[in-house]
């Protein structure tokens, strides 16, 4: 505790309220909303650290669906992008029940990877609770690196809702994913 030179408590200031989360900066970015469910707790009733990544992924596969493609469609002809890097910062916890909104950008695309950011954000008072991002390789059915093609970077560079997206109308930003677990 601090105390003053004459040895008493030092009296602190009232704590400042906690800004707004600052949008996710980047272009053409796509939300999706979950809610935490209980096995994706710690012992402390908070989100594990590594519910956070399958939170990613969700909203990862969405990105794309959104954009009118899915991992299963590039999987079936031969295109697998593995997650080879990821970065996390926690700011803020998240409890069972709480409504979290991840939010995910293109951060860059590169020949052969792309990195994909990310903000995860509790809507009910609009707290920060964790940013990252993933970095992905492109790799073929044997898993060799292979460069991307222009077709795929065509999906990349699509808005939401793009070139005949499955994820058009129902698939809104609004709605909260089902189970927070990918397609």
Do not use: Q
Request: charged fraction near 25%; hydrophobic fraction near 35%; aromatic fraction near 6%.
């Amino acid at each position: 505790m601090d105390r003053t030179p004459s040895g008493a408590p030092a009296s602190r200031p009232p704590a400042s309220p906690v800004p707004a989360a600052p949008p996710l900066a980047l272009p053409n970015p796509s939300k999706v909303r979950l809610r935490v469910r209980f096995n994706e707790t710690d012992l402390m009733g908070i989100v594990h650290h590594a519910s956070y990544l399958s939170y990613m992924e969700v909203a990862r596969v969405e990105w794309l669906r959104r954009r009118g493609i899915t991992y299963a469609a590039w999987a079936e002809s031969g295109l697998h992008l593995p997650v080879v890097e990821v970065s996390l910062k926690y700011r803020a916890s998240s409890r069972f029940d709480d409504e979290l909104e991840i939010e995910v950008g293109l951060g860059e695309l590169r020949a052969a990877s792309l990195r994909f950011d990310y903000r995860i954000v509790r809507p009910k008072d609009d707290r920060l609770c964790v940013e990252g991002s993933t970095r992905l390789a492109c790799v073929d059915g044997n898993h060799a690196l292979k460069r991307i093609s222009p077709e795929m970077a065509d999906v990349f560079g699509r808005p939401e809702g793009g070139e005949d997206s499955p994820g058009r109308g129902g698939g809104g930003g609004g709605a909260l994913a089902s189970g927070g677990a990918p397609r």
